[in-house]
Nanobody, 124 residues
């Protein structure tokens, strides 16, 4: 699976952005998708995840502001980011794994495939 993320950019605090991640292959519906982010000098952290069931999981820091969704017909997962804050500034990565068995959507180690990242910068 190859992942291509896009949609990052520079936005003022309080603004919105929508990230997209398109996957190659014809079995997208069988994959769980996630978004992670990494700020300078910090470890990569979980943002949101959407398994094939359509359930959603969020980090507490983005709950109520971000929304993850997927369009299996387009092999694409989205991250709608509203009410952005300067602390949301980071490189955002999409990730994927085969949605089989028991696993934690919050752990980056669970995801086998990663996109190249897209920069999100929120100015104050």
């Amino acid at each position: 699976v190859q992942l291509q993320a896009s949609g990052g950019g520079l936005v003022q605090a309080g603004g919105s952005l929508r990230l997209s991640c398109t996957a190659s292959g014809r079995t997208f519906g069988g994959y769980a998708m996630g978004w992670f982010r990494q700020a300078p000098g910090k470890e990569r952290e979980f943002v949101a995840s959407i398994p094939r069931s359509g359930s959603t999981y969020y980090a507490d820091s983005v709950k109520g502001r971000f929304a993850i969704s997927r369009d299996n017909a387009k092999n694409t997962v989205y991250l709608q980011m509203n009410s952005l804050k300067p602390e949301d500034t980071a490189v955002y990565y999409c990730a994927a794994r085969r949605d089989l068995g028991s696993w934690s959507p919050y752990s980056l180690h669970e995801y086998a495939y990663w996109g190249q990242g897209t920069q999100v910068t929120v100015s104050s």
